[in-house]
């Protein structure tokens, strides 16, 4: 089971803080997902937790590993992909959602 807890949104925003704290990318990518771990959420929680990281590609990964944990995401993921800047972003992470049903 992914999630023993479900993060409320003041959680979520703990989680964001946390990982904007982080001075390097690297360090950015491992604390998220220490605190995100065993965590389910909602997409737009989601959107405020990939909002800690300065660059896409540290977004995108997140996006695509919190895709499971997100208890909307056959409804609501979209948030989450239109809150990429780039198309090219949005097109990617759309391709993950479609072959990971």
Known sequence: N???????????????DQIKDQTFKDEKLQRARMVTKGFCFVSTQVVTVIDGFTFDDNKMTMAKELYEQTTDRK????????????????DELMEYIQNNP
């Open 75 to 90: 409804t609501n993921y979209l948030v989450v992909v239109d809150s990429f800047t780039h198309k090219s972003d949005r």
């Open 2 to 16: 992914l999630c023993q807890n479900v993060a409320t949104d003041a959680q979520a925003e703990n989680m964001r």
